[in-house]
Every structure is written in structure tokens, then in C-alpha cells.
């Protein structure tokens, strides 16, 4: 394009319309991003809600009808329209920058991708409005409780998840083709930032999965409405099955939301460590295999449910197999930061906080994955706990470090370094005081998804509420920060912004311009 | 637009935002539509939006690359979201197969008081049969499921009861008159009038292009027209519908999708052909055709599956 973006000097429609009919990843990239930090608000004014009404023991605040709406809207709303659009949002800004790409493969099929989920969460929010209330059973809306016992809405819920997958579906086909046909005259495989792989192999399981979760969704769909009995026992199909289809998105599902974080923390440890990665080729094998086991674990979910006993050993010993990979993973980040000349930035601050208690979830995971004793923790707080390490202190923590970490080269100003550290402190110990307590709160019995507990919880959910409100501010201060460093940051010009930052995004003005690598460069 | 290294990077585009206008309306004017006392309006306007969106979006990709806009690198990127596209078509097939083997092998004889697979499952031998006695008496296993559980336990009580006739192969006698085969012998050959029509126009024979994929297109249509006799036959002679029970279910969504998807392939490869009387593709650039036609005969596969899974092997 001969002229720059439209800017809001040029007047308002035209402000306007480059943000709606924009094909630039760059624009695109940040609504996902801006779309995703909404939604991230909105989820975690669910959580507040949540919480709050946990304080203290009793009915306070709400009904637990509603308590019901707000657990099962706070995972779809966070999962589905917060973590995964925000990864999207940075494979849109660098995955081009990274490979040495003019722009995404299929440019107004990104734009697509993105606008479909506006629609789709404004009809899944709009539910909240409607008579009978939104979805209320739980995120992962298992049968009979999401079809014979759902209110009217979950038809609602069913299409909005459609076009949400089919706006990852056509985002992740977008990522791959951009990936396997747009690389640089040099750029090999085996030479792209471990960021581009994690996303290659990502979208990968998005293609895989999705299509199942609109398969899971449809069956809900004839059940409810055209007679069908896929989950109902009486006509001769099984309730189950609906755990088994769901899972078998469902599982790869957490890892399309952890792989690309692996990959955002991959490229940030080696900068402020001064060192390449450590074991380039193994990470990208250990990504592959941990892509790979995700679809053969998925019962390890179910362990409760009822399966064969070889099935429960089976899905037991897969599941522990994944630890391997992982550890390779954590090994490497940690062997990169050995004896390097490590300083403590925001973004090294986030990721080294991910490293630890990545590890810790992944830790809790492997205690749930033993069949024998998940019959004691199954749908305990300990669940909650463990997937909320994995969640919360993995992609979350990532993703704010990512930004952190590529803000300077996305508006070319700095953010303030103190800001930065006191939001992650302050993050990071409103985490951990919400989040710790509630694997004792598991162990000692209390279930997940109720509005009201024993006495015997109280004392610890107090302290969790107090964390979780903690934890809340230092995201509004997240957003203070990256708005006042868009409005006031000081300037920053050079390309390489940070001192050990490698990777051809760096090689790129700051901040970057509309468009890079109209002509390709040379990778050697 | 990109100018150096020639990837055509199009300019600001209309398209997508309607396309997203159109699938949200489509969306909530088909959950409104499905509530009871609800009316299909909203979801009339959503599927008229998409049409109209994808007419005008289709035309302009053709235009460009008649414009000579799209170069090998284009061409690529648009056969790799085409080939995985299949693939994401695969994997929501695998969820309706998936369902129908977990069904098929467990399900189902868990809830006759059987162990499902010998060494496999061990433990039903005493769980299982206590929860068909409690739950549901006198219900034994089989396939197709022609008594369902409920109708066993509850009687003319039953919410669902199962069909009086099966689509199963009915003997060797009646062979000619069984619907399925002649399904599998029109789509089959569709198969193979596709492949001729592509070689054809390798070679540049219009004609011959022409022809045979006229002839793929009426064999599409002749097999929906089959498909519907088959449907008709079924709620009307066989007292199978969607609502007698796991075998109805299993038997209708996994036909229905896969003859929803034929009808996709036939306007798909409708489109073609009438783009082939124009005068479009040459014998090198023929995406268009060419993507249509691995879509069909990926539609042709699945119905292999279907023909082995749902109709014979009972």
C-alpha cells in the first residue's frame, strides 16, 4: 500500500473501517489482542464474583442458580475468548515478523477469523439476559446436564461455539499455511524460533480437535431437540460417550492453550540470559510428542466414571509418559539459563515465574494422573488448583510477559521497568495466596463448583478470595501499564530493542512498520 | 499490496466483515429457530447474508486470478487450506464414527450386563449385569438395536422405541433391490468420472472435460435423489427415525452429514462445470476444479466407511 494505516486524523470512518476491513496481521494481531484483554476482564469479573460470594461460608451475594452461570461462563469466557485469542493475536504479529513473511498466507481469511468472535461471544454473553439464564454446567457442559437438564439457552450456547470453531478452524489453517509456504529463502524448518513451532504444531491440534468439539456439540443439538439419544441410555447410547468426545478435544485442547506460552517463555529466557536456547532440536521434538500424547490420554478425565480397569491403567501410564517431554522442556529453559548473564526484566521476571509454576501444576497433574488416588482429589478444589497453575501461571503469565517482552517493538515505546516489576509482584503473589490454599481446601474434601461449603473450608477460601482480589487489581494495573506506556512510554528507535534478542523481528525498525518483508530477506 | 517479492497481499476488504455479520446472524437465527415456538426469520436473513457473501467473495478470488494477481505462492498457500480443510472435515467425520464404534463395541453391551471386549474389560462381569437387571431388565445386546433398553424396561411407557426395520443387508435374493449398494455404485463412479474429467483437462480436452464432469455432477444429484428415497422409505416403511433410538441416531446423523456434505461437493463441483462452459481453468491452472475435486472424493471415502460400518458389517 502506497499510504500508512489510517490514523484518527484521517477522521473517524476511516479510522474506523481500517480496523474493520483491515487484512494486515499487524491490525489484526492487535484487535485479537485488545479483543482477548476484554474478554480476559469480563472472565475475571466472573471470578471476582465467584470468589466474593466464597469469602465466607453461606448465601451471601448471589443465588447459587446464578453461581452455577458464573463458574461455567468464567472457564468459556477465559478459555475460549481470552487465552486463545490472545496466542492468536501474537501469532498474527510475529509469526510473519518471525519467518520473514509480507503478511499471513490467507490475509482476508484472518480478518474473518477474527470478527466471528464478537458475534460469537456476544450471543454466548447475551445468554446471561435471556429467560432461564446462561449455560450452568460448567465449561465442560456434560450430558444429561447439558441436555436433558439445560435450560432452552444452551441452543445458543451449541451455535456460538460452532462459529468459534470454525474461527479457530480458519485461523489455525491460516497459521499453518503461513508457516509451511511464507518462510524466507533460508529460513528452514529447523531454523524457525521455537515460537513459530509451537504455533506450526498448535494449529495443528486445532484443526484435529475443533471439528470434534463441533461434532460433541451437534449430538448435543439432535439430542435436545430432534429425539436423538446419543447420551441418553434409555434409547441406547451413553452419557459417557459424551465425556469421551468431549475429552478427546478437551485434552488437546489445554495443550493448544500451553504450547504456544512454551513457545513465548522459549523466546524470552535466552534473551535477558544472553544464551541461544539450550537444546533447540530437543524442544522441538519434545513439542511433537507432547502434541502427540495429547490425543491419547484423554480418559485420564474420566477416571471416576467408570471405565474397564485396563482402561484406567492404560490412560494412567500415558498420561505419566507426558511428564517426559515436559521435563525435557523445563531441563532446557533451565540449562539456558545457567551460568548467563541473567537480568531480571518484567518479561524474564514473568517467565522465570512461569518456569516454577509451570512446573508445580505440572507436578499436581502428575499426583491426579495416578488412577488410584484421582478417586480421592476428582472434582475437588485440588483440580481447580492444579488447572489453574497450568492456566493462570502458564499461559497467562506468558502472554503478559509476551507483551511486556514485544510492546517496545509493536508502538516503539518503553514501558516504565518499575510499573512492570510491581504488577508482577503483585501478580504473582495474589496467584500464589489464591491459588495454594485451594490444593488444601481439595485435599481436605471441599468439591469444586458449589456455592456454599462446610465450616471446616472457611478459613482458607477467605485467604483465596483475598488473593484472588489481588490478583484482579494487578491486571488492572496491567492495563494502566500497557495503555500509559502506548500514550507516555519514552521512545525507543533501536531494532533490537533488547541487548540478547535474537530473531528477525529484531532486525525490523521499531516500532515496526505497517508493513515488513514486502521484500524477503536473506536467512543464513 | 505487496510489490517485491509479488505474494499478493489484497487490500482492504468488505468481505470478511459481512461474512462474520452473516454467521452470527445464521447462528442466532438458528438457536432461536430450534427453541420451542421459535421462527426461522433470523436464520433465513443469516443464510441469505452468506450466500450472497460467498457468491461476491468467490467471484473476486476468480477475478484476481484471472488478473494474473495470484502467483505460485498464492496458488499454494490456497491448496494447503484446502487440503487441510479436508482434514478438519476428517477429524468431525471421526467424532460421528467415533461415537458409533464407543456405542457399537461398549455401550451397548455394558448395557446388556456384558463385558465389552474379553481380557479388555474385566470388571462389568458383576457391575454391569446388576445395572441391566436394576436399570434395564430383559435388555440384551445387539446390534442393530432394534428393542431399546427403555422399551425393554418400561413398555409402551418408553420414551424411545426402536425401529421395525433395519437398513442392514437384507439377503442375497434381495441384493438389486437394496438401496445402499446402488448408492455405493453411483458415488464410486462419480469418483472415477472426476478423475477422467481431470485428466482430460490436463491434456486440454474441454470437450472431454466437459462432458465427464457434467456426467459427475448429474451422479451427485442422482445419488441425493437416492439418498431422499432412502429417507422417505425409512420414516415411512421401516418406522425408523431419528427418535428410535441409538441405531436411528447413529444411522441418520452420520447419512445426514455425510449427504450434506455430497450436497456441498455437487453445487462445488456444479460451479466448476459451469465455469468450465466459460471457458475458465487452462491445463495448467485449474485449482478451482482440482480442489473440488479432492473435496469429492474425500466425500466418496467417507462413504466407503459408511457403506462397511453402517450399513454391512452388523
Known amino acids: 500500500m502506497a499510504h500508512g494505516p489510517a490514523t484518527l486524523a484521517d477522521g473517524w470512518v476511516k479510522y474506523i473501517s481500517r480496523w474493520v476491513f483491515t487484512t494486515n496481521h499487524k491490525d489484526i494481531g492487535t484487535l485479537y489482542l485488545w479483543f482477548s484483554f476484554a474478554m480476559f476482564i469480563l472472565g475475571g469479573s466472573f471470578a471476582m464474583i465467584i470468589r466474593a460470594e466464597l469469602f465466607q461460608p453461606g448465601m451471601q451475594l448471589i443465588k447459587p442458580e446464578f453461581f452455577n452461570q458464573m463458574t461455567t461462563m468464567h472457564g468459556l469466557v477465559m478459555v475460549f475468548g481470552a487465552i486463545m485469542p490472545a496466542f492468536v493475536g501474537l501469532a498474527n504479529w510475529l509469526i510473519p515478523m518471525m519467518i520473514g513473511a509480507p503478511d499471513m498466507a490467507l490475509p482476508r481469511m484472518n480478518n474473518l477469523s477474527f470478527w466471528i468472535l464478537p458475534f460469537a461471544f456476544a450471543i454466548l454473553v447475551a445468554t446471561l439476559f435471556m429467560e432461564g439464564g446462561g449455560p450452568n454446567f460448567g465449561w465442560t457442559f456434560y450430558a444429561p446436564l447439558s441436555t436433558t437438564y439445560a435450560p432452552d439457552t444452551v441452543n445458543y450456547f451449541i451455535f456460538g461455539v460452532h462459529i468459534m470453531g470454525a474461527s479457530s478452524i480458519m485461523g489455525s489453517i491460516n497459521i499453518i499455511a503461513t508457516v509451511m509456504n511464507m518462510r524466507a529463502p533460508g529460513m528452514t524448518y529447523m531454523k524457525m524460533p521455537m515460537f513459530v513451532w509451537t504455533w506450526l504444531i498448535t494449529a495443528f491440534l486445532l484443526v484435529a480437535v475443533m471439528p470434534v468439539l463441533a461434532g460433541a456439540v451437534t449430538m448435543m443439538l439432535t439430542d435436545i431437540n430432534f429425539g436423538t439419544s446419543f447420551f441418553d441410555a434409555a434409547g441406547g447410547g451413553d452419557p459417557v460417550l459424551f465425556q469421551h468426545i468431549f475429552w478427546f478435544f478437551g485434552h488437546p485442547e489445554v495443550y493448544i492453550i500451553i504450547l504456544p506460552a512454551f513457545g513465548v517463555v522459549s523466546q524470552i529466557i535466552p534473551t535477558f540470559s544472553r544464551k541461544p536456547l539450550f537444546g533447540y532440536s530437543s524442544m522441538v521434538y519434545a513439542t511433537a510428542s507432547i502434541a502427540f500424547m495429547s490425543f491419547i490420554v484423554w480418559a485420564h478425565h474420566m477416571f471416576t466414571v467408570g471405565m474397564p480397569i485396563a482402561g484406567e491403567l492404560y490412560f494412567m501410564y500415558a498420561t505419566m509418559l507426558i511428564a517426559v517431554p515436559t521435563g525435557v522442556k523445563v531441563f532446557n529453559w533451565i540449562t539456558t539459563m545457567y551460568k548467563g548473564s541473567l537480568t531480571f526484566e518484567t518479561p524474564m521476571l514473568f517467565s522465570i515465574a512461569f518456569v516454577i509454576l509451570f512446573t508445580f501444576g505440572g507436578f499436581t497433574g502428575l499426583m491426579l494422573s495416578i488412577a488410584a488416588a484421582d478417586i480421592q482429589y476428582h472434582d475437588t478444589y485440588f483440580v481447580v488448583a492444579h488447572f489453574h497453575y497450568v492456566m493462570v501461571a502458564g499461559a497467562v503469565f506468558s502472554g503478559t510477559a509476551a507483551v511486556y517482552y514485544w510492546l517496545p517493538k509493536w508502538c516503539g515505546k518503553m514501558y516504565d521497568e518499575t510499573m512492570g516489576k510491581v504488577q508482577f509482584w503483585i501478580a504473582f503473589i495474589g496467584f500464589n495466596i489464591t491459588f495454594m490454599p485451594q490444593h488444601f481446601l481439595g485435599l481436605a474434601g471441599m468439591p469444586r463448583r458449589y456455592a456454599d461449603y462446610g465450616l471446616q473450608f472457611a478459613d482458607w477460601n477467605m485467604v483465596s478470595s483475598i488473593g484472588a482480589f489481588m490478583y484482579g487489581a494487578a491486571q488492572i494495573l496491567f492495563l494502566f501499564n500497557v495503555v500509559r506506556t502506548i500514550t507516555h512510554g519514552k521512545p525507543v528507535d533501536k531494532p533490537e530493542v533488547w541487548e540478547g534478542a535474537e530473531g528477525l523481528e529484531w532486525t525490523v525498525p521499531t516500532p515496526a512498520p505497517y508493513h515488513t518483508f514486502e521484500k524477503p530477506p536473506q536467512v543464513k | ?314
Not at chain 2, 459481512?18 to 432461536?32: D, E, H, N, V
Not at chain 2, 421462527?39 to 450472497?52: C, D
Not at chain 2, 464432469?213 to 429417507?231: P, W
Not at chain 2, 444411522?251 to 455425510?258: I, V
Open chain 2, 1 to 314: 499490496m505487496s510489490t517485491e517479492g509479488n505474494y499478493y497481499v489484497p487490500e482492504q476488504s468488505k468481505l470478511p466483515i459481512i461474512t462474520a455479520t452473516g454467521m452470527g446472524t445464521l447462528a442466532f437465527g438458528a438457536a432461536s429457530w430450534v427453541i420451542e415456538g421459535g421462527s426461522p426469520t433470523i436464520f433465513l436473513i443469516g443464510l441469505l447474508i452468506m450466500a450472497l457473501v460467498m457468491y461476491k467473495w468467490w467471484s473476486i478470488v476468480i477475478d484476481e486470478n484471472m488478473q494474473g494477481l495470484a502467483n505460485d505462492q498464492l496458488k499454494k498457500s490456497y491448496v494447503l487450506g484446502m487440503l487441510w480443510f479436508i482434514f478438519s472435515e476428517v477429524m468431525f467425520f471421526a467424532a460421528f464414527f467415533g461415537a458409533l464404534f464407543y456405542v457399537r463395541v461398549f455401550a451397548n453391551s455394558w448395557l446388556g450386563g456384558e463385558a465389552a471386549v474379553g481380557w479388555f474389560d474385566d470388571s462389568p462381569t458383576d457391575a454391569a449385569a446388576a445395572n441391566n437387571e436394576i436399570l434395564w431388565p430383559g435388555y440384551q445386546a445387539e446390534w442393530p438395536v432394534m428393542v431399546t433398553p427403555d422399551q425393554m424396561a418400561n413398555g409402551d411407557a418408553a420414551q424411545f422405541k426402536g425401529p421395525e426395520q433395519n437398513m442392514n443387508f437384507p439377503g442375497w435374493s434381495n441384493l438389486l433391490s437394496w438401496l445402499p449398494l446402488w448408492n455405493t455404485i453411483v458415488l464410486m463412479t462419480s469418483s472415477v468420472t472426476v478423475h477422467i474429467a481431470h485428466t482430460a483437462l490436463k491434456n486440454d480436452n474441454r470437450k472431454k472435460f466437459n462432458t465427464w464432469l457434467g456426467i459427475t455432477v448429474a451422479l451427485g444429484i442422482f445419488f441425493l435423489f437416492l439418498q431422499a428415497e432412502e429417507y422417505v422409505h425409512a420414516y415411512q416403511h421401516m418406522g425408523l427415525t431419528l427418535e428410535t433410538g441409538i441405531y436411528g441416531t447413529t444411522f441418520f446423523l452420520l447419512t445426514g452429514f455425510h449427504g450434506a456434505h455430497v450436497t456441498l461437493g455437487t453445487c462445488m463441483l456444479l460451479v466448476q462445470w459451469l465455469r468450465g462452459l466459460k471457458g475458465h481453468f487452462s491445463h495448467e491452472d485449474q485449482f478451482g476444479f482440482e480442489a473440488s475435486s479432492w473435496y469429492w472424493h474425500f466425500v466418496d471415502v467417507v462413504w466407503v466407511g459408511l457403506f462397511l460400518f453402517v450399513y454391512v458389517l452388523a
